[in-house]
């Protein structure tokens, strides 16, 4: 029982590197989601993909892109990594949507120095 | 504008005594309703969720909830809780419409004394 697995757990990355975030799923959700979490800030919404090949923006989509070329994996790309970036960052997974609840997988825990 | 308003921040309870989390929310479409919980260094964890019928619903670890609609409000309760429950309780709300995504409340981190 995979569910969401998300790579690495850990990372720190100096200012202006760049690194991809990689969350795979196995339960076949065609719905998939990236969120970043503050503390005291709750979870905000990156990217959501609603299938292979369509993705679109959420709240807080600025310095992040995504690819979703299969159901299974959804990476999310940091270009040029800034500070505000530090955070611990969320994929999720959902069968049907929002309203159906997520998988999450067990984060990425990001520092940029 | 569509939110989730979790009033307390942090919430102390000594073990074996009572809880309830409150939650808010603000939504244009029929909410469907959920409670998160997430451990330190952890994903969340799915408690319980409602999408109709009976308002009071049951989920795991011994919570409940009680969605009252002329509120606005998804309190998440426990008789009796234990110093393993400590952690940070998220609230979040969505819509079944395909490509909804969930709204999350900014969390309540409860403590247990003994």
């Known amino acids: 029982n995979a569910g969401v697995t998300q790579t690495p757990k850990f990372r720190i990355l100096k200012i202006g590197q760049s690194m991809t975030l990689q969350c795979a799923q196995d339960m076949n959700h065609n719905y998939m989601y990236w969120y970043r979490q503050d503390p005291g800030m709750g979870l905000k919404l990156i990217y959501y993909s609603v299938g292979a090949g369509i993705t679109d923006k959420g709240e807080v989509p600025n310095g992040y892109n995504v690819s979703r070329s299969t159901t299974e994996y959804f990476p999310l790309r940091l270009e040029l990594a800034a500070p505000s970036q530090t955070s611990v960052y969320f994929c999720?997974?959902?069968?049907?949507?929002?309203?159906?609840?997520?998988?999450f997988g067990s984060g990425t825990r990001l520092t940029v120095v | 504008a569509q939110s989730v308003t979790q009033p307390d921040i942090h919430i102390t309870v000594s073990e074996g005594a009572s809880l309830e989390l409150r939650c808010n929310y603000s939504y244009g479409a029929t909410p469907y309703l959920f409670w998160y919980v997430q451990s330190p260094g952890q994903g969340l964890q799915l408690l319980l969720k409602?999408?109709?019928?009976?308002?009071l619903v049951q989920g795991i670890k011994g919570f409940e909830a009680e969605f009252k609609r002329s509120q606005s409000s998804f309190n998440l309760r426990k008789p009796s809780v234990h110093w393993s429950d400590a952690a940070e309780y998220f609230c979040?709300?969505?819509?079944?419409?395909?490509?909804?995504?969930?709204?999350f409340g900014k969390g309540t981190t409860l403590s247990v004394s003994s």
């Open positions: 409602y999408f109709s019928g009976d308002t």
């Open positions: 979040a709300v969505g819509a079944y419409q395909a490509g909804t995504a969930l709204i």
């Open positions: 999720a997974s959902s069968p049907l949507g929002g309203g159906n609840g997520y998988t």
